[in-house]
């Protein structure tokens, strides 16, 4: 099967640590090469600006990176590329009807690539599918409305849930979200993300740590909403630990990081400033390191739409302790394969992991459950087998192409 996927502003090809390449980046790139492996043919579309040669194969995956002239060369905030999206899409519908390359389906990441997806949809007839990521109404809770206008957005994101053939849902959270906004249940297909298990796996390098010394790890970007703060409260509550955050930027860069300092500052009026180690970001091959390095992962987000770094640490054979939202909610479960949490909620987090941290029977239990859970459910090829089905679905339903000058 020819399979198009739409990743307007993250590449698959882009470098970590660059300001689109976050989850969204990596969650394209495997899904593709896990396509590619299930023997079908997989184009990612992409925005210029990444640096991507226009048409720019994948070594390591077997997929073509194909860079859409749309909007200015230069690097733009993802915030200003809406009106761009329509130059995006013709584009798009121009390459499948005279590209000699027709794909049998489009499958769009994030609601803005959903935009140009759709509207080159409606010009070839290729069935559409929509994975969104995160949503307007989830960011507007947690985010104080900034990220384009949450109202706007939202709108968008709506009338897409109605217009595509089919909406990949990656967490029951996500599934209730769309249901309170119009989206009809039966355009869902709930489809968890995969881990990739090569690289994240319980045997491998270990990244330096003092054995004497319990280690709690959090992992994220250096926002507020990644939990880090809450992270930070709780370590109170466990005097022997050491907490270690790795994200954000580079180890240099992060006594310039406002939220950084921001955190170490925290550290030290909690008395914890000595236990507090803030590593920066690694590259994603040496993060499987840092969570075996780990007595424990924290993953306290205060909304996560998917939660792949609890997913990464339950690989590694790492229990966790999360937040009990969104996609942790359900990849977590609670007294099984790790311990869930209120989000925002210091106290109880610090009780869990002083709990937890006492009870080596309980750790080395829930990591045993969840490397099983993560090899049962949450494995990259997994996702492609269930989403080749979605796809094989609305391929062989597919609408007759529109008579388009």
């Known amino acids: 099967m020819r399979i198009a996927m739409v990743s307007e502003h993250a590449s698959p090809l882009a470098v970590p640590g660059e300001e689109n390449a976050g989850e969204q980046h990596a969650h394209v ?14 184009r990612v579309y992409t925005r210029r600006d990444s640096g991507t040669q226009p048409e720019a194969a994948s070594a390591h995956g077997g997929y073509q990176v194909c860079a859409v002239p ?46 140009a997806t ?24 947690h985010r104080d409305a900034r990220d384009m206008g949450p109202s706007r957005r939202i709108g968008y994101e709506r009338a897409l849930g109605r217009a595509v053939d089919r909406v990949v849902v990656q967490s029951e959270d996500e ?7 119009g989206v009809p249940r039966s355009r869902m297909a709930l489809v968890p993300a995969g881990v990739n298990e090569a690289v994240f796996r319980p045997d491998g390098p270990v990244a330096p740590h003092d054995p004497a010394r319990p280690r709690i790890l959090t992992v994220g970007r250096m926002v507020e909403r990644q939990g880090f703060v809450d992270v930070v409260r709780a370590l109170p509550a466990v005097p022997d ?33 000595d236990r507090v180690r803030l590593v920066g970001g690694v590259p994603r091959e040496e993060m499987a390191s840092w969570y075996r390095s780990a007595d424990v992962l924290v993953a306290a987000p205060w909304h996560e739409p998917f939660g792949l770094t609890a997913l990464e640490g339950m690989a590694c054979g790492v229990p966790v302790i999360g937040t009990a939202v969104g996609g942790i909610a359900d990849s977590v479960v609670d007294g099984l394969t790790g ?7 210091p106290r109880a987090l610090g009780a869990a992991l ?52």
Do not use: I
């Open 29 to 42: 790139a495997e899904l593709a090469a896990a396509l590619v492996r299930a023997g079908h043919e997989v």
């Open 70 to 115: 749309a909007g200015p060369a230069r690097r733009v905030p993802r915030d200003e590329l809406l009106p761009h999206l329509g130059e995006f899409g013709n584009w798009l519908a121009d390459a499948w009807r005279h590209g000699g390359w027709v794909p049998d389906v489009a499958h769009a990441h994030f609601w803005m690539s959903g935009l």
């Open 118 to 141: 759709v509207h080159a949809s409606r010009r070839t007839g290729v069935p559409t599918v929509l994975t969104y990521h995160t949503l307007g109404t989830v960011e507007r809770r």
């Open 175 to 181: 599934v209730g979200e769309l249901l309170r906004m």
């Open 241 to 273: 630990a050491e907490c270690v955050v790795v994200g954000g930027p580079p180890a240099d860069l992060l006594p310039a990081d406002a939220f950084a300092r921001r955190l170490s500052a925290l550290a030290a009026s909690c008395g914890v400033a």
């Open 339 to 345: 311990d869930l949490v209120p989000p925002r909620d």
């Open 354 to 405: 002083r709990r937890l941290l006492a009870d080596n029977v309980r750790r080395f239990t829930y990591a045993t459950a969840a490397l099983d859970r993560v090899r049962s459910r949450y494995s990259w090829k997994r996702c492609a087998e269930q989403l080749g089905v979605v796809y094989d679905t609305l391929s062989t339903a597919a609408r007759p192409v529109p008579a388009v000058a």
